[in-house]
């Protein structure tokens, strides 16, 4: 098989025979599938199997791969020049579009990936405040930055680990973990540390440890504690920005956030991020202020081509018919697992969901870890011989886009059909 042969390849000269740690399918075991291409909602590995895609490149295809516009604009700009080093008005337009998106965003820096961006926030709230400590929660993942893998979700959590060997613990130290969904737990850390806290960081609507939405005002009470405090709340929307809402979350809810990370999507499937802020925060970054961020690949011209499509197309797209179409698959897992007696908990929000193998309400970490990881990687498996291709892992997202059509939600439900079946 050639998925097979590539993996033990790659693990010879890759460690784990991967670029990112949950690709090689720790929690759910066997061999992934080397994706060879993609078209709308679907993947094809090298070793010519397809299967509808529940991955979705973790939230970035919300229109399906290989759209024929944004393929369009890649080779358009490609064929100028791949990378310049230099400003360009690709830039200009994509951070006009960002601002309109977004009304607490006022100024927006490019970067190259989600981590950059929350990296970046952490020296920008830091260096705003004149404050060293950070609040986040346990279960969201933020990149790996060094002073938020503490407690982090995704792919640390599907590997059962707690932090990371080569973080300092002095750096850990200043780095608060609370339980998500806990306001007075928030509200108690927020008045003791205030005096040195520089910021909360938080996933508005958590995605990394399954997805898990916010509790009815937790988020608005973060806003009020942190404005209290002095310190700056950070809303990290790389998987919530413009994928349940143009601009995000925070536009649904009209909560207004002192900086916003972004990424996945506004590059429509290309290598991106994004800071965005209040513009006497963001004027603190260099050239402007001494706060230092350089990235030779930020704003890249292929990537803001992309992106610029991208969001063109989501503008126009109705976010209701995708979440709809969202709710007919959830609902027609919930039956079909009802139907055998089987314990399904399906936290959704918009076109995100996640099949929790527990009884009882998920609403933070702990009650996301009682799902039954065995249980789900038999699952898993069975849905991929059967030709979906799920999240392998317990603790992640699964991502419908506007590609996936009756055709591939009534083939998915009868592979689920088959694979319960099979339990």
């Known amino acids: 098989m050639v998925s097979r042969d590539l993996f033990a390849r790659a693990q010879r000269f890759i460690p784990g025979g991967v670029n990112s740690p949950v690709r090689a399918f720790g929690a759910v075991g066997g061999v992934p599938p080397f994706i060879d291409k993609a078209s709308g909602a679907t993947v094809t590995d ?65 970067v190259s990936s989600g981590t950059e961006a929350t990296m970046t926030a952490i020296r920008l709230a830091r260096g705003f405040t004149g404050r060293r400590k950070v609040i986040k929660f346990i279960g969201c993942y933020h990149g790996h930055v060094d002073a938020l893998l503490v407690k982090a979700g995704s792919g640390v959590a599907t590997l059962g680990i707690p932090g990371s060997p080569g973080v300092p613990e002095t750096l850990a130290q200043l780095t608060i973990a609370l339980p998500y969904n806990d306001d007075a737990a928030a509200r108690e850390a927020i008045q003791t540390h205030g005096d ?29 504690l942190t404005a209290q405090s002095g310190s700056l709340l950070i809303f990290d929307e790389v998987i919530t920005g413009f994928r349940v809402a143009y601009g995000g979350w925070q536009t649904l809810m009209g909560i207004r956030p002192d900086l916003t990370c972004l990424g996945k999507i506004i590059g429509g499937g290309l290598p991106v991020g994004a800071l965005g802020g209040r513009r006497d925060i963001m004027a603190c970054l260099a050239p402007d202020g001494p706060i230092y961020q350089a990235g030779t690949l930020s704003g890249n011209p292929l990537a803001m081509a992309a992106g610029k499509a991208t969001l063109d197309l989501l503008k126009e797209a109705s976010y209701a018919q995708l ?22 908990r399906i936290n959704q929000v918009g076109s995100l969901f996640t099949l929790f193998f527990a009884d009882g309400p998920v609403t933070d970490f702990a009650t996301a870890a009682r799902s039954d990881g065995k249980v789900f ?34 083939q998915t439900l009868a592979a689920c059909d088959k694979t319960l079946a099979a339990l």
């Open 323 to 344: 979440e709809n179409q969202t709710r007919i698959l959830c609902d027609g897992y919930r039956e079909r697992f009802a139907r055998r007696g089987l314990p399904l």
């Open 377 to 410: 990687a038999r699952f898993f498996h069975g849905m991929l011989d059967r030709g979906v291709y799920l999240p392998p892992s317990p603790f992640e997202a699964h991502f419908v886009s506007f590609a996936h059509g009756d055709r591939e939600i009534e």
């Open 196 to 224: 040195d806290l520089a910021g909360v960081i938080v996933e508005p609507v958590a995605g990394n440890m399954g997805v898990v939405p916010p509790a009815p005002g937790f988020l608005e009470s973060l806003r009020e």
């Open 46 to 110: 090298a070793d010519g199997r397809r299967y509808v895609d529940y991955v979705g490149s973790w939230g970035p295809m919300i229109l399906g791969h290989s759209h024929p516009p944004i393929v369009a604009a890649i080779r358009k700009a490609a064929g100028r020049g791949t990378s310049y080093g230099a400003p360009t008005a690709g830039e200009v337009e994509m951070a006009e579009r960002i601002v309109a998106a977004l009304p607490a965003v006022e100024l927006i820096r490019m």
